[in-house]
């Protein structure tokens, strides 16, 4: 590798960035017919995965430094979720005509949380909570709606509200700052047209629970407490805490919290 010009390495580069069809590593994670691909290369077995679409948006050069017959590289790669960013070493090295593979890895966002929201382990044990509260979290993952007093009453009664135009799933939120609720313009086909199809509600422990806005099933309670709102890539459109069937219905409210309403 020591021959290999900076040149040659920004083309290398040049060619896995934008939509590209990987293949993942055979030690990877994926499940081949209901086993982890890197239990089978354990296992001995000859593991070959499928390329997948993915998207490198960005892939920059940001140090390239010879040290003896081996070329080392800083770089900072922005991608969409699935995509593997050591094969993305393996294929540069393979594209110049040599081995690679990564030397050190740090991920520094995913989504929307970047690093000033992460805590180091040392800060967790010292104070094992959140990093953020529920209305800050959705504040940060989801495009955001100020509602009045009015709206925010009549969304917390399980009352539509009228559209407002925002596109995907956003948090609604009262005028003291509390996030009342994540919805969806988009509706499947139970709410009426111009009306907002809820996805989940919101409601924090230290607030209480209101019995009477509780309207899922009780056998759904435990799978509704202690919700967690997860965002992966620049996936938004997974509902964290309510079953599948139930997205979209506006007559169904799912109450989130330390605590359920028993």
Do not use: M, N, W
Request: aromatic share 4%.
């Amino acid at each position: 590798a020591s021959d290999i010009t900076e040149a040659a390495v920004r083309a290398g580069i040049a060619a896995l960035t934008g939509a590209i069809e990987q293949v993942p590593s055979s030690v990877s994670a994926i499940k081949v017919d209901g086993q982890r691909a890197y239990a089978r290369v354990r296992a001995g077995e000859e593991v070959v995965l499928p390329a997948r679409p993915v998207t490198v948006s960005a892939f920059d050069l940001i140090a390239l430094r010879h040290e003896g017959l081996f070329l080392d590289l800083d770089v900072v790669v922005a991608c969409s979720s699935g995509t593997y960013v050591r094969a993305l070493a393996r294929d540069l090295g393979a594209g110049l005509g040599v081995g690679g593979h990564l030397t050190a890895l740090r991920r520094t966002r995913v989504g929307p949380f970047a690093l000033e929201h992460a805590r180091t382990l040392e800060q967790l044990e010292a104070d094992p909570t959140l990093s953020l509260p529920l209305d800050d979290a959705v504040g940060v993952a989801f495009p955001r709606r100020d509602v009045d007093a009015e709206l925010a009453a009549d969304l917390s009664h399980g009352r539509p509200l009228p559209v407002a135009g925002i596109s995907g799933v956003y948090g609604v939120f009262a005028p003291d700052g509390r996030a009342l609720a994540l919805v969806s313009e988009r509706g499947d086909g139970d709410a009426d047209p111009g009306e907002l199809a809820l996805v989940v509600g919101l409601q924090p422990a230290d607030r209480g629970v209101d019995r009477e806005l509780v309207d899922l099933p009780e056998r759904e309670h435990e799978a509704t407490s202690e919700l967690g709102v997860g965002v992966a890539g620049d996936d938004r459109e997974t509902a964290v805490g309510v079953p599948e069937r139930d997205l979209g219905r506006v007559d169904d409210v799912a109450v989130a919290g330390r605590e359920i309403a028993s």
